[in-house]
């Protein structure tokens, strides 16, 4: 069964930093990959998603995340990070199979100073 | 896209009572899928529910406990059952992007509800 791992539980930086989540994923087989965001008292939204082809995925709002097969890693970047970007941050694997379901790492609470 | 709603927002129940939660969908689809996300906790997939069959849960939950119901392809159930303090959580419920025809890709997930036990 597929598991994920992100690294950061709780990160805080200022306004205009650079932002790199890790997000590591273990499963053998083709997979999709995505990255959610939950903003304070709102529900969870699609922030970026893997399928196939190029491997440097761009999103919404700036940000971007990296495939690399080789490590099993989807980490998400961001090169300036705005106050507004505060939030709570989850990668997540779905293996490509029709029975299959996403699964959700543990998060990354992301605080921005102003 | 897909548009979901859950019913209720929120809820404040005692301890030894049960509460359904509904979710409405504005497409069908065929699969729906219940999370909780316990306070301070990423989102745990409790069942995925299929329209016409049981749904299948996931290691750690019970049918028991957590009986869904899944009558038509906009619509889903989950009751949790003899709740406790342990079940306050956010359940929400999701569901593959309507217009997917293959691998399953993107979920879209309700706004949740809110459950305190006392």
């Known amino acids: 069964a597929q598991s994920v791992s992100q690294h950061n539980h709780h990160v805080i930086l200022s306004e205009a930093a650079s932002l790199e989540l890790g997000c590591n994923y273990s499963?053998?087989?083709?997979?999709?990959l995505f990255w959610y965001v939950q903003y304070p008292g709102q529900h969870l939204q699609l922030l970026l998603k893997?399928?196939?082809?190029?491997?440097l995925v761009k999103g919404i709002k700036g940000f971007e995340a990296e495939f690399i097969k080789s490590k099993f890693s989807f980490n998400l970047r961001k090169p300036s990070v705005q106050w507004s970007d505060t939030a709570e941050y989850f990668c997540?694997?779905?293996?490509?199979?029709?029975?299959?379901?996403?699964?959700f790492g543990k998060g990354t609470r992301l605080h921005i100073l102003p | 896209s897909a548009v979901i709603s859950q019913k209720p927002s929120r809820d404040i129940c005692q301890r030894g009572t049960s509460l359904t939660i509904q979710c409405q969908v504005d497409?069908?689809?065929?699969?729906m899928f219940w999370y909780r996300q316990q306070p301070g906790q990423s989102l745990t997939l409790i069942a995925t529910?299929?329209?016409?069959?049981?749904?299948?849960?996931e290691s750690g939950f019970v049918i028991d406990k957590f009986p869904i119901s899944r009558p038509n392809l906009t619509f889903s159930t989950l009751t949790v059952s003899n709740m406790s303090p342990e079940d306050s959580s956010i359940y929400l419920c999701?569901?593959?992007?309507?217009?997917?025809?293959?691998?399953?890709?993107?979920?879209?997930f309700g706004p949740g509800t809110r459950l305190t036990v006392l």
């Open positions: 999701s569901v593959p992007d309507p217009r997917d025809r293959g691998a399953y890709n993107e979920q879209f």
């Open positions: 499963y053998g087989g083709t997979v999709n």
């Open positions: 893997y399928f196939s082809g190029d491997p």
């Open positions: 997540a694997v779905n293996a490509r199979n029709r029975d299959d379901k996403i699964i």
């Open positions: 497409s069908q689809v065929t699969m």
């Open positions: 529910a299929n329209q016409g069959s049981e749904a299948t849960y």
